[in-house]
């Protein structure tokens, strides 16, 4: 594994596991909530044009970040 970036940083095709979740509160509980939590494996599928908001894959489904919420989300990249 890579040293730790931020999950906005990634592109599509790259994979990643999540180390640190930032956020507090409701969005933090959010955020754990669709199952990204430390230790998932994800899997950027896709960007809006304007790069915001990103599609990601977590276990068996893909969910929408807005770039907001992805800047509490710390992961190390998977060499591929």
Known sequence: M???VNLRTLRKGQKA???SI??????????RDMGLVPGAEIAI???AP??????LRVKDFTLSLRN???DFIEV?????
Request: aromatic letters at 0%; zero cysteines.
């Open 2 to 4: 890579n040293a730790q």
């Open 17 to 19: 596991v999540i180390v």
């Open 22 to 31: 930032a956020a507090q509160g409701e969005l933090g509980r959010r955020i």
């Open 45 to 47: 599928v896709g960007r």
């Open 50 to 55: 304007l790069r915001d908001p990103v599609a």
């Open 68 to 70: 907001n919420e992805a």
């Open 76 to 80: 190390a990249i998977l060499e591929p």
